[in-house]
Structure formats: structure tokens, C-alpha cells
């Protein structure tokens, strides 16, 4: 997994709002989002596998539900998380991210040796969508 934060933060709209956790303030900006994400995953998680299990999609807003494993390499530890995210679009791109999350960990951080790199990342893709126009429910 190349982890690459320019090619993230480009998925965001220029003033996108992203809250990692809903009850801190939301980190504003596409810039700052990157910034984040270069300290805290690129820098701060490795051996990362992650597991899209539901996506909903209705109108601009998109609802993600999924699952990952990751160590934390400031404190040596295997973490397992779920998470529930709600995105919002404008413009194809990524205006407001909420996560929602729980995680625990579950042991000690993979070892390096042990994990060689692999030919193709554990890491799963959702198809590539857009996000559907909203139907009227039928009553």
C-alpha cells in the first residue's frame, strides 16, 4: 500500500470538512486534511488491512461502513477498528467526512520481518461509484 496523502487529500473539495472525531473540531481544509493524514496514518500506522462490509449511497451523501487491522507505530500495537463514516459531496469530491469508530487492540505490532512485501495489498477496493441520484421511496 503506497499510503500516498496527495492522492487522498485530491479526493476532497478545497474547504472539506473532516471530522475524525465528531465531539473535537472537524480538521478544516484539503491541506490540513493531508497534513493529518500524512502524521497519522502514513507516518503512524503500518501493515494496514482493511475490509469494506456495507456502502450506501443516496443522493450526494454516501454512508460507509468498514474494518481494519493496523499497527500503531508509536506504541508497538496491533489495533482492530470499526467505523461507520457519512460523506457528503460537491462537485464529484469529497465536501464533508464524519467518522464514527470504536477500536481496541489486539496485540503486539506485526513484526517486520515476518510480513514480507506482498505482490498484491490485502487491502480491498470498493468498485469505483458515483454517488446515485436520490429516489423517492415508494409508499
Do not use: C
Not at 492522492?7 to 474547504?15: E, G, I, K, P, V
Not at 469494506?52 to 468498514?66: C, P, Q, R, S
Not at 514480507?116 to 470498493?126: E, G, L, N
Amino acid at each position: 500500500m503506497k499510503k500516498d496523502t496527495k492522492l487522498l487529500s485530491s479526493l476532497f473539495t478545497a474547504d472539506a470538512t473532516y471530522h475524525e472525531q465528531v465531539l473535537s473540531d472537524p480538521i478544516s481544509g484539503r491541506r490540513n486534511i493531508q497534513t493529518y493524514w500524512e502524521t497519522r496514518v502514513r507516518r503512524g500506522q503500518k501493515h494496514i488491512e482493511f475490509k469494506l462490509l456495507n456502502l450506501y449511497v443516496d443522493g450526494a451523501t454516501a454512508i460507509a461502513e468498514w474494518q481494519a487491522e493496523f499497527d500503531v507505530v508509536r506504541t508497538n500495537t496491533r489495533i482492530i477498528m470499526k467505523q461507520v463514516a457519512i460523506l457528503e459531496f460537491a462537485d464529484g469530491k469529497i465536501a464533508s467526512l464524519r467518522e464514527y469508530w470504536s477500536s481496541r487492540p489486539i496485540g503486539k505490532a506485526k513484526a517486520l520481518k515476518s510480513n514480507p512485501p506482498q505482490k498484491h495489498s490485502k487491502m480491498r477496493r470498493p468498485k469505483r461509484w458515483r454517488p446515485a441520484r436520490s429516489k423517492k421511496p415508494e409508499i
